[in-house]
């Protein structure tokens, strides 16, 4: 079965970089049409999506804060890397990775997600 | 605020019927296929239960259905069961430069 867990810092300062692991099983970032993808959601608040990358290492990124991510994958460890420069407090949220589908463009497997605090 | 309108709350009774709006542009629902719904219970991740506007997911009762008409998609609960209170996220692929936008999310209360 398919499973992701997410894995970094759960507190970062301001002005910091976030790094977070996205480490998946039950399927291959090799494979054609695969992508695994990053969403977060603050506290009580909506999910908005960040990046992606796809099989072919094709990557998306959210227009509004493409400038401050940056989106990696190991196969050879089955890890996702996003890392997000310069935190701000407004970013604190609940990080999750899931995995996508070429052909329907939807998260179909997520991770449990971590909460990232951002205070000094 | 979110790319799609989605209303803040909705309710209804067991065994009744509710549908949740989402509102997005030509830019997104508008102009393609790939709408999909996510249900969330508190404190729990996103669970995917419609794609492609109409698709459900293996395991995904046919209590659930989605629709679209123009820029508008549709959530659709059928013979509502206490186990479907919890939020509600729709999502539509906007474009190759903009891969998913969500809406605010809508909580659904059984009442």
């Known amino acids: 079965q398919i499973t992701l867990k997410e894995s970094g810092p759960t507190l970062v300062k301001p002005t910091q970089t976030l790094t977070l692991t996205c480490t998946y099983s039950?399927?291959?970032?090799?494979?054609?049409?695969?992508?695994v993808g990053w969403i977060r959601q603050p506290p009580g608040k909506a999910l908005e999506w960040l990046a992606l990358?796809?099989?072919?290492?094709?990557?998306r990124y959210s227009p509004s804060l493409r400038s401050r991510l940056t989106i990696t994958k190991d196969t050879s460890k089955n890890q996702v890397v996003l890392r997000m420069t310069n935190m701000d407090p407004v970013d604190t949220a609940t990080y999750s990775c899931?995995?996508?589908?070429?052909?329907?463009?939807?998260?179909?497997?997520w991770g449990q997600g971590i909460l990232v605090t951002v205070s000094s | 605020q979110s790319a799609l309108t989605q209303p803040p709350s909705t309710s209804g009774s067991p065994g009744q019927s509710v549908t949740i709006s989402c509102t997005g542009t030509?830019?997104?629902?508008?102009?393609?296929?790939?709408v999909s719904w996510y249900q969330q219970h508190p404190g729990k991740a996103p669970k995917l239960i419609i794609y492609?506007?109409?698709k459900r997911p293996s395991g995904v009762p046919d209590r659930f259905s989605g629709s679209k008409s123009g820029n508008t998609a549709s959530l659709t609960v059928s013979g509502l069961q206490a186990e479907d209170e919890a939020d509600y996220y729709c999502?539509?692929?906007?474009?190759?430069?903009?891969?998913?936008?969500f809406g605010g999310g809508t909580k659904l209360t059984v009442l």
């Open positions: 999502s539509s692929y906007a474009g190759s430069d903009n891969f998913a936008v």
């Open positions: 039950g399927f291959s970032l090799s494979a054609s049409g695969v992508g």
């Open positions: 030509s830019s997104d629902i508008g102009n393609y296929n790939y």
């Open positions: 899931a995995h996508s589908r070429y052909s329907t463009k939807d998260f179909d497997y």
């Open positions: 492609g506007v109409t």
């Open positions: 990358i796809y099989w072919s290492d094709d990557k």
